[in-house]
């Protein structure tokens, strides 16, 4: 029975935030400090101290393509890896032992770069232990968030999630202007020293805060889920009668409720399969343009900045990005009469992904060239990805959303986080093949930058054909409408 609406009200005219919240929101601001503040160093730090360290010109191609491979199976790893975090969370160990318990290791992986800054395999085993602790982490924090909440102070959940993201990009601000100076002037061991600091920091403020989260117990593990359902489609397809769909058959043996929920998330997948190359390319800015900095007349201003400051424009483009998008550009798109849809966001964010390739690959020309082109061109590089990433990857947690059942959101929040594995898992590909001297060698200056935007353009043709046949199905909406109807017949 639905409750009454003026009931609701009532419970909700004085809502209380958990006390819980500012150790949460610590926690993250800190932690993303400790994450972004050792990757904004990472790629040049890889070449100048282990790949090339006596700046040999004819070594510098290879020795960029073996630092971009490590940092982007790092990036690959601790994004694959928050779909285990899950499981063990919510099969096993709970929310809270699981941060508690990858903190610890975030920070052992801290403590391995300080100190191994000039043993390499040292440092790589570093960089695993703190993949496992952002991967641990990042499954479990955001929803941590909501499990502080109950039906008293639902109102300020958007408000607190507003602050957790607020949280999230100032750690990254702050820390890729900081983290570059300090590498320059005291050296690689504080530069990655300080990091790990900020890590215990965080998980200091979070084990501060132990006795008032909310905890929700593990529940076991769950068969009726993404991996065992479509795992038992699969092999038993030969049950597949005329008119079903091929994930009918696991109605047999799983709930048929979770079976229906498993349509809308290989409904989504279609969506997501594009999402891939954008992430390829997006962390790229965070690697290969770094590397492509150093090449560049970094003043501005008056001022010479360090390469590894100038990805400071993305976060900033981002936040100004998204009051714009939001309450001014999609509104008037609307009211022009063209319908902003979440797959219209998507096809326009991979076609202006491409076109800050574009300004990247020729600015590349320009240093392949021999000149010395000003930082200004890679700035609106980052402003026109800024734009890109606001149609994508903001639209894309919004669509997993609404477009999932309530018992798959979690399913496809994990699914997200993979598409992000997976990109970076292709250009580490990419960058071992050319380190190694294989097919993608022939990439060079350039013509690298310029194989990624035939890439996606591939890609953004095969959408333009695909997007239109794809059926959406807001869950959301849907919900909404069911409780109006009930609440009306009561």
Known sequence: MVQDPLTIDTENVNPKYPKSIPYIIGNEAAERFSFYGM?????????????????????????????????????????????????????????????????????????????????????????????????GIKSCVSANVGDQFDKTNQSLLSKVYGWFYFAI????????????????????????????????????????????????????????????????????????????????????????????????????????????????????????????ATKLDLTMFGYKLLPEQIQTANPIFLLSFIPIFNYGLYPFLDKIGIK?????????????????????????????????????????????????ETLVSITGLEYAYTQSPKSMKSTMSAIWLLTVAIGNMFVAFVNSSISNHGFFSRFEGASYFWFFVVLINVFLVVYLFVSPRLKERNYVTEDENKLVAETTNL
């Open 340 to 388: 902003t849809t979440p797959l219209r966001r998507f096809g326009a964010g991979l076609f202006l992904t491409g076109l800050s390739f574009v300004i990247i690959a020729l600015l590349q020309e320009k240093i392949d060239a021999g000149q010395h082109p000003t930082v200004w061109w890679q700035i609106l590089a980052y402003m026109v990805l800024s734009a890109g």
């Open 39 to 135: 990757r904004s160093i990472l790629a040049t730090f890889l070449v100048a101290q282990f790949f090339n360290p006596t700046a040999n010109p004819a070594l510098q191609t290879v020795a960029e393509a073996q630092a971009n491979e490590s940092t982007h199976f790092f990036v690959s790893l601790a994004y694959a890896l928050p779909f285990v975090g899950a499981l063990a969370a919510d099969w096993f160990f709970g929310k809270y032992k699981v941060i508690l318990y990858v903190s610890i290791i975030y920070c052992l992986g801290h403590l391995c770069l300080a100190l191994f800054d000039t043993d390499l395999t040292g440092f790589r085993y570093g960089l695993i232990l703190i993949a496992i602790g952002a991967g």
């Open 169 to 292: 990009n100032s750690g990254s601000v702050l820390s890729t202007i900081a983290i570059p100076y300090i590498y320059k002037h005291y050296g690689a061991q504080w530069a990655f020293g300080i990091p790990g600091v900020l890590m215990a920091l965080a998980t200091i403020i979070f084990f501060t805060g132990r006795k008032k989260y909310v905890r929700l117990p593990p529940q076991g593990v769950n068969k009726n889920n993404f991996v065992f359902i479509s795992l038992y489609a699969l092999f038993n397809m030969g049950k597949k009668q005329k008119g079903q769909s091929l994930l009918d058959v696991a109605k047999e043996k799983f709930d048929p409720e979770k079976v229906e929920g498993m349509k809308a998330v290989w409904r989504v997948m279609a969506v997501f399969a594009f999402v891939p190359v954008f992430w390829a390319m997006w962390d790229q800015s965070l690697s290969e343009w770094v590397l492509q």
